[in-house]
């Protein structure tokens, strides 16, 4: 397959991903602004904390300033001159498979593109009543997508790109929106397993739609314990991160080729590490240095395999990042 080619394919359903899971992300945040915060400064913290995830706190200051609720929603969701908001991973993902044609079928691009053009339709001047709906139709959206692709594309090479664009994204931010819950509420690491109002680790699961699964699988209170362990170790549970290192992992393995030997033993490294990883080892070294380091690892990851197998275009990327700061210092 042509370099070009397979770097069409990855960042479309990348770019997909990424706009389901930003929508996630704002999600978790709005669902949180209705629950009572009893920390001192967890809503600015809850209004910074998407930002710096995502990697866009620095752009984002420049245009608006102050984070607010409703500025943050639209940089974030339907903001153009954001690299990283959902208008833009959706324009971005019709550009791509659009390059693409004759490689995907005629189903995959009428999604997209009929995507593209309801969202073009949409007002731009949202009513916060209608953000839970607009966060539903992007995830739906992106549902419908990997539902045709599955259903409906040959499964060869085309196909594995596809699913390492996929679930090396949606491990990125599983991981991400893991780190916004751990922003709002436990700003620092020795709070980790505290007194903290931790029924709001629902808005969590509910967001990355696990809340059936931790109750079928646990059955008792929720726990951060056991909410990590769910999205981070358990790899019956589709958006966890060992459920998507097995993913990129065997996509690589189907790729296979010899300039990609450095992109799997980093896979087979993070994948072994996650597979026989415990989750008090998780938690002693401390839930936010855990998922640092894995998305430092990730974005590692990323670069070997666009440096193995793509051209070498320029794309938007999310920095991992560091809140150390306080919202106070941000400001």
């Known amino acids: 397959m042509l370099a070009r080619t397979a770097d069409n394919l990855f960042w479309m359903a990348r770019h997909i991903e990424r706009a389901e899971n930003t929508a996630r992300v704002l999600d978790v945040a709005h669902r949180s602004a209705l629950l009572p915060l009893d920390i001192e400064g967890a809503e600015a913290y809850l209004w910074y904390a998407p930002l710096n995830i995502t990697g866009c706190a620095a752009s984002y200051e420049v245009k608006y300033g102050l984070a607010r609720a409703d500025s943050v929603t639209h940089y974030m969701a339907l903001d153009p001159d954001n690299p990283g908001s959902i208008y833009s991973c959706l324009k971005l993902a019709r550009e791509n498979a659009r390059a693409v044609r004759g490689a995907i079928t005629s189903e995959m691009w009428e999604v997209i593109n ?57 491990a990125d931010n599983t991981a991400r929106i893991l780190d916004v819950k751990y922003h709002i509420l436990l700003p620092s690491v020795n709070d980790v397993g505290g007194a903290a109002d931790y029924y709001q680790w629902g808005s969590v699961l509910r967001s990355v739609s696990a809340f059936e699964a931790y109750r079928k699988i646990y059955r008792d209170v929720i726990s951060p314990l056991r909410v990590a362990e769910l999205l981070i170790l358990r790899d019956d549970m589709p958006r966890s991160l060992h459920a998507c290192m097995n993913e990129v992992e065997a996509a690589l393995i189907d790729i296979n080729g010899s300039s990609g030997r450095e992109a799997r033993r980093l896979a087979g490294e993070q994948h072994a590490a996650i597979h026989f990883g415990l989750i008090e080892d998780v938690f002693s070294q401390g839930l936010h240095e855990y998922l640092t380091e894995f998305l430092a690892h990730t974005a590692l990851l990323g670069r070997e395999i666009r440096d193995a197998y793509m051209s070498r275009r320029n794309h938007f990327e999310p920095t991992t990042v560091t809140m150390r700061r306080t919202a106070l210092q941000m400001q």
């Open 114 to 170: 009929a995507t593209w053009l309801e969202l073009n339709r949409m007002t731009w001047n949202m009513d916060v009543e209608k953000l839970p709906d607009f966060f539903e139709w992007v995830k739906d959206r992106s549902h419908m997508f990997r539902g045709v692709t599955l259903g409906t594309i040959l499964k060869d090479i085309a196909l594995s790109f596809i699913k390492l664009g996929t679930f090396l994204e949606r």
